[in-house]
């Protein structure tokens, strides 16, 4: 069947199966070739396309809970919002929440998601305390900071590309109330918003949207959002069901025009430098949820995403460069989101690294594909990277590049037979075995 | 809290339902014929708050042990406020026209194994004149298509004997209802190319509590199925039997 990631571009024809149990997941695996598991196909690009896929919905049980220490041990197809419907009533939260609670655990852990905290709290695996993975051999591991701890860490942030994630454990965090606490922070330009940054390096959430169209001595004019967790009110998780976009809007809808009204409207609804408001957790991490398949908004043709990060060095300057380029040739998007990362964690191809990360939504078309070639150039040479879980493009000299520590998760791959039973379309396109 | 029996519990539909009353807090026996997997769901049941969860495994096609289970499943439970039938096949409609043994086998799975879990529980509601009995039927069995005949033969036979079933114990004031699902994304259907008209499991789960929970006799799922199967329904069978369905 065709198949795509999230910004459905590319789509390929594989063969998918849907396993229900770990026993079927290693029938699933049988046979020469290689596989690729696959949760809620939220990653943007070509990590869960390939040849044979597992579909790991199936793989849906909670598995335990304590409810002292507050870890819970479920199966890698649970989705993150599954957990938060389950316990948010009971005063527990995900450590780590991503831009949308739409992807599986599996899926969290082999992407290393990040979300608005960052440079506090560190990525999603930094809160996971132990996987049990299935390998290329059939064989069942568990696998922590502790037992077999390089398999781990090729794991965390690994794209799958190690074994099939079974089950995971993570340590949920208490809350006293479903509600955030949201401040904003109108910002002029890219030193005011980065300043507000490191104003509010103690908010337990941050981030900001950029507005990337703006040029000149607007360029960087940001909205920065700060999230607390609200000390009491009701534990509610989230009821209203997404409203669904039917139907593919024709491609050409999102163009400059309407890119740059949405941003002119976005910016101008701060009216004031500062506002605080009480608003669910759902609208604060997860926006775009509200609005099932909003990547119908591109158009049959499908988007890119691009997010890099820089390294704090390479810094103001470095994103000058970046925004200066996307914004002469006119093709922003909707919505650039801009964070500050705290420090890297021991993952071999874990994404973020102490620096700014910017994320945006590029319609798919030869001249965007150009531009990200040349982004790609100015990112390497202030020492960044881009996010794997988001590309559908990027050359194999640019991953390696980004990623230096790519041979030492080969040859933990060699070790645990991975090699030729794990493989997506995005690692051949990378150069990895 | 209820005390709920769930039949065919290793159904996605099943598990999906079972997921809202354990978020509910009831107690639950669940029966199928994967023992392992019935384990696997009562700790995720019991994790999302059920207030209890008893398995055992029960092939539903052994009819001699259907009554047991039944009287099992009631000491399990210390009653039954709500008995769901959830199990079924969706066989291959071609291979059940070269062979009838293949047809009686679905027909055994879809209804005959249904009527007498029927037969069983019907007695008890009626003497214990309170609960609901709800089962899983199909938009297919309100009429006959060259498609799935076989399968719409069994569910539409057990759609009838619901009706009778439930003009019987009116008086005993049980509820009995009739869910009938159409297009649904389960491991049944995979294979299948899909349109807009396909849900989730969750879908259904959802509409078949807030059936039970409303006292209904009959449920469309989603509601919308209830208007397209009138209108499959009124085509004259002069006409019906031209079309390719």
């Known amino acids: ?433 | 809290m209820k005390k709920i029996l769930i039949i065919g519990a290793t159904s996605e539909i099943a598990e999906a339902t079972a997921r809202l009353w354990a978020a509910q807090g009831h107690r639950l026996a669940l029966r199928g014929r994967d023992g392992e997997r019935l384990r696997a769901i009562a700790v995720d049941l019991g994790i999302r708050g059920a207030g209890a969860v008893d398995t055992a495994p029960l092939d539903v096609n052994d009819f001699d042990a259907h009554a047991d289970a039944i009287d099992a499943a009631c000491r399990a439970l210390d009653g039954i406020d709500i008995a769901l039938i959830a199990h079924g096949t969706l066989g291959d409609q071609k291979a059940c026209e070269r062979d009838f043994r293949r047809a009686l086998r679905e027909l055994d799975t879809n209804a005959i194994s249904v009527i007498s879990l029927l037969t069983h529980l019907g007695n008890r509601f009626e003497a214990q004149r309170h609960g609901t009995i709800a089962v899983i039927g199909s938009v297919a069995g309100d009429r006959g298509r060259q498609s799935n005949y076989v399968y719409g033969a069994a569910k539409g036979a057990v759609a009838i004997f619901l009706q009778g079933l439930r003009n019987r114990l009116h008086a005993a004031g049980v509820q009995v209802l009739t869910i009938k699902p159409g297009f649904v994304d389960t491991r049944l259907t995979r294979s299948f190319a899909k349109g807009p008209l396909w849900v989730g499991p969750g879908r259904i789960a959802a509409d078949i509590v807030s059936a039970i929970d409303g006292k209904a006799d009959v449920v469309y799922t989603p509601f919308w199925w209830r208007y397209a199967m009138l209108a499959i329904r009124a085509i004259p069978e002069r006409l019906f039997k031209t079309l390719r369905l």
């Open chain 1, 1 to 433: 069947m065709e198949l795509c990631g999230w910004g459905r571009y590319p789509r390929i024809d594989a063969q998918v199966s849907y396993p229900r149990s770990a026993a079927q997941c290693a029938r699933s695996m049988g046979g020469a070739g290689s596989v690729v598991a696959r949760g809620l196909g939220r990653s943007y690009g070509d990590s869960s396309l390939g040849p044979r896929v597992l579909d790991l919905r199936g793989l849906d049980h909670f598995l335990g809970f304590d409810q002292a220490t507050g870890v819970l041990t479920c199966a890698g197809g649970v989705s993150l919002g599954d957990i938060l419907r389950v316990f948010v009533p009971r005063g527990w939260f995900l450590p780590v929440t991503p831009g949308t609670r739409f992807v599986t655990v599996g899926g969290a852990i082999a992407s290393d998601v990040h979300g608005k905290n960052h440079h506090v709290d560190g990525s999603f695996t930094d809160h996971v305390s132990g996987i049990e993975l299935l390998l290329g051999n059939g064989e069942r591991v568990a696998v922590s900071p502790t037992e077999a701890p390089e398999l781990f860490h090729a794991t965390c942030g690994g794209m799958g590309l190690t074994g099939v994630i079974l089950s995971a454990s993570l340590r949920l965090k208490p809350i006293r109330s479903g509600g955030i606490v949201e401040t904003t922070i109108r910002a002029p330009d890219l030193d005011a918003v980065l300043a507000a940054f490191d104003d509010n390096a103690g908010a337990s959430y941050s981030v900001a949207w950029i507005d990337c169209l703006a040029r000149g001595r607007h360029l960087g004019r940001s909205l920065l959002m700060l999230g607390e967790h609200a000390a009491d009110g009701p534990l509610a998780a989230p009821s209203a069901t997404p409203w669904p976009v039917p139907f593919d809007l024709p491609a050409g809808l999102l163009n400059r025009a309407t890119a740059s009204a949405f941003n002119a409207l976005f910016y101008g609804k701060a009216l004031r430098e500062r506002r605080t408001r009480r608003i669910p957790f759902a609208r604060f991490f997860c926006p775009l949820d509200a609005l099932a398949d909003w990547n119908r908004l591109y158009g049959r043709p499908g988007f890119v995403q691009y997010q890099f990060v820089l390294p704090a060095a390479a810094g103001v300057a470095g994103l000058r460069e970046v925004l200066g380029r996307i914004a002469a040739s006119g093709r922003g998007s909707f919505l650039a989101v801009l964070k500050v990362f705290g420090p890297a964690n021991a993952h071999h191809l874990s994404f973020p690294l102490a620096g700014y990360t910017l994320a945006l939504d590029f319609k798919v078309e030869p001249e965007v594909l150009r531009l990200l070639d040349q982004l790609d150039r100015i990112v390497a040479d202030h020492g960044g990277r881009l996010y794997l879980t988001k590309d559908a493009r990027m050359s194999e000299a640019t991953f390696k590049a980004g990623y230096p520590r790519w041979q030492e998760f080969e040859s933990v791959r060699a070790r645990y037979h991975a090699i030729g039973r794990f493989a997506s379309t995005q690692s051949r396109r990378l150069g990895l075995q």
